[in-house]
């Protein structure tokens, strides 16, 4: 299922903490957006400093649509394909250099 997200073209935004994962359909009107904020924390006993983002919206639902007429969906595999598009935009998002 990973390589229907690929036939998408996935482009990446930062501004300020919000970072925006955008996927846009190279030859359908479909597109979808994951955004995430993305914070830094420091240890309180060592000086150890973390970066990590929130998936803070998923607007999504032309890209499932697109594989459900594509390949069909059943209720089953609707887990899988959220899971997806959530593991995939996370890692396109974390790829974004700081």
């Known amino acids: 299922m990973k390589e229907i997200i690929d036939e998408f073209i996935c482009t990446v935004t930062k501004e300020n903490r919000i970072i925006t994962v955008t ?10 957006t994951c955004t ?10 060592k000086p150890i400093r973390q970066k990590f983002i929130i998936m803070t919206e998923c607007n999504m639902g032309d890209i499932i649509e697109y594989i459900y ?3 069909g969906l059943t209720s089953d595999d609707f887990n899988e394909v959220n ?3 959530r593991e995939h935009s ?9």
Request: proline share 6%; net charge negative; aromatic share 8%.
């Open 69 to 71: 007429q594509t390949r």
């Open 36 to 45: 995430f904020e993305s914070h830094n924390t420091m240890g309180i006993s």
């Open 23 to 32: 996927y846009c359909h190279p030859t359908y009107s479909h597109s979808g």
């Open 83 to 85: 899971q997806l598009i």
């Open 90 to 98: 996370r890692g396109q998002a974390e790829s974004l250099p700081e």
